[in-house]
């Protein structure tokens, strides 16, 4: 397994006030995503001039805002099962798109994981 990205990433209902802030801070918006699943979720990629990212997701049926840490690895699979060996647990099932997959992961103490992987085309 290889980390290919480690940065925090912040989900809000309030994805356009948290984007201006890190704009604020130096951030640029490198791409935005929007998925729609039951609800639309728009997911942006900062990044500063130092290299420095941050991920924000716009999710308004939230009920308050989370601050995880996103890793993107080039293995989800065997990750996963490292992960799950540590006694991580999926908070919700695994999403997967023609593009990445990703499974939030909470540790024994509660703090998160956004677990991705961008698919090679």
Known sequence: ??????????????????????????????????VVDDQKIK???MKDANGNHVDVSGVESLPRDITTIRINVDNFD???????????KPVRDIVETE?????????PSG???????HKKR
């Open 43 to 45: 997911n942006y990629r």
């Open 78 to 88: 065997e990750t996963y099962e490292m992960l799950t060996a540590l006694n991580l």
């Open 99 to 107: 593009s990445n997959k990703t499974v939030m992961m909470a540790a």
């Open 1 to 34: 397994m290889k980390i290919t990205s480690f940065n925090p990433k912040i989900i809000t209902q309030d994805a356009d006030a948290a984007v201006r802030l890190f704009e604020a801070l130096g951030f640029e918006k490198r791409h935005e995503i929007s």
């Open 111 to 117: 703090f998160l994981i956004d677990l991705c992987h």
